[in-house]
């Protein structure tokens, strides 16, 4: 997959604090990328880095295989972003909001509008004044108003702040829809590890101005299922045993004895008998393995998110 973005070394100081602090992070084509960080971390300064709105101290962005230094309007014009709480004329209705949006940037024709209007779910709404919209109503509008140049990058920070939970689902399914019917990439930024977990294929966790990880969301997973770890006297016995008298396929042998079984988590009992009964002796049993937030936990040191 092609690369969209990349930073190298990418740092920005006020005064001696590196609040950016040699970040090195790869957004690639079709990637919702989950940007997560806690309060102050560093989110918001990254995306405006990225959307060229600050100069960085050191480092530079790649952006659609270019360097920005020197092709700063060509590949930003591929760019739309909500970094900034987006203005809206309150008292006009959506549609022309997104009209006189459109003449100031001299944009595409007037047929778009309702084409975008109708991907972010605000067709029936066009006429209604903005200023009437609910807050979940103003995101999509933003969000239409960032997609109105068709941009192959879309750069939201924090979109989901302030909504409620159903909210919160509505403008999840819309950027999954956004990504799966028009190819959009996406790179979001969240402080809350749920929220984020549930919509991005990748996320890179920021703390403290460092990009501690960059971790698909299926390594994620792996690394925070849950198992019985078994000591057994007899490895390859009682791997025979798992598999032909309880049907066990998700498990692997850990060395000196040990075994991690990813089923039957309810039910170590029936393995431990199973096992014994079959002439294999079980000298430990116990459920391991680190919830998601245990994970970012250890990661940031003990510190929360949210
Ligand atoms: N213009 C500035 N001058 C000085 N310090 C700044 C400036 N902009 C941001 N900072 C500092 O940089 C750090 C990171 O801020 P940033 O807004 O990027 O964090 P964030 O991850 O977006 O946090 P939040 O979740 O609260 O939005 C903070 O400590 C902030 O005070
Ligand atoms: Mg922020």
Known sequence: ????????????????????NDVNMTVKAGDIYGFLGANGAGKTTTLRLI??????????????GA?????????????GSIIEHPGFYLNLNAKDNLEIH??????????????????????????????NYSLGMKQRLGI?????????????????TGLDPGGIKEIR???LELANKRGITFLISSHLLSEIEQLANKIGIIHKG?????????????????????????????????EQKLATTDYVAAGSGVLRVYEHLEQ?????????????????MVLSGDSLEDYFLKLTGGERFA
Do not use: W
Not at 51 to 64: C, Y
Not at 67 to 79: D, F, Q, S
Not at 144 to 160: F, G, K, Q, V, Y
Not at 227 to 236: H, L, N
């Open 144 to 160: 239409a108003r960032a997609l109105l140049h068709h941009p192959e990058l879309l750069i939201l920070d924090e979109p989901t």
């Open 1 to 20: 997959m092609s690369c969209i973005l990349r930073t190298h070394h990418l740092t920005k100081r006020y005064g001696e604090t590196a609040v950016v």
């Open 173 to 175: 399914q819309l950027f």
């Open 268 to 284: 170590p009992d029936r393995i431990s008998f199973t096992l014994a009964n079959n002439g294999v002796g079980v000298k430990e």
């Open 210 to 242: 460092s990009l501690l990880e960059e971790i698909d969301r299926e390594t994620l997973r792996k690394k925070t299922r849950h198992y019985i770890e078994i000591k057994v006297t007899d490895e390859r016995k009682a791997a025979f045993i798992l």
């Open 51 to 64: 959307t060229g709105l600050i100069r960085p101290s050191a480092g530079d962005i790649e952006l659609f």
């Open 67 to 79: 360097p920005v230094l020197g092709n700063k309007k060509k590949v930003l014009e591929r760019i």
């Open 102 to 131: 459109r003449r100031l940037m001299g944009m595409g024709n007037k047929e778009c509008i309702d084409d975008i209007l109708a991907a972010v779910g605000l067709l029936d709404a066009k006429k209604q004044a903005v200023k």
